[in-house]
């Protein structure tokens, strides 16, 4: 069974950088897309960024192009998110999940494996 474990959220001033980490266990990560989501309160859960098993492909969400790298190390079972030039609208839960198929986890979130994410608050 997947476990995941989302940590270095915190509270960062606008134009601040994060690092988050996604722990993975209970899989063949090295297998596996890998994804980051983030959910604002009273909005839906959106897919941020994505790359694949090998780390060759990437995909990110526009709102956040330029700013946020995706970034994977298959030796240590790790999936990160490097986020630079912070806005506050980039204040949310932050969460990662996983597909064996990268077209499967670009089209949808998955319904399960989900960990408790990390919180990102950007304020001043």
């Known amino acids: 069974q997947v476990q995941l474990v989302e940590s270095g959220g915190g509270l960062v001033q606008p134009g601040g950088s994060l690092r988050l980490s996604c722990a993975a266990s209970?899989?063949?990560?090295?297998?596996?897309?890998m994804g980051w989501y983030r959910q604002a309160p009273g909005k839906q859960r959106e897919l941020v960024a994505a790359i694949s098993s090998g780390g060759g492909r990437t995909n990110y969400a526009v709102s956040v192009k330029g700013r946020f790298t995706i970034s994977r190390d298959n030796a240590k079972n790790t999936v990160y998110l490097q986020m630079n030039s912070l806005k506050p609208e980039d204040t949310a839960v932050y969460y990662c999940n996983s597909n064996l198929r990268y077209d499967v986890l670009l089209a949808r979130p998955p319904k399960s494996g989900w960990g408790q994410g990390t919180q990102v608050t950007v304020s001043s």
């Open positions: 209970g899989i063949t990560f090295s297998s596996y897309a």
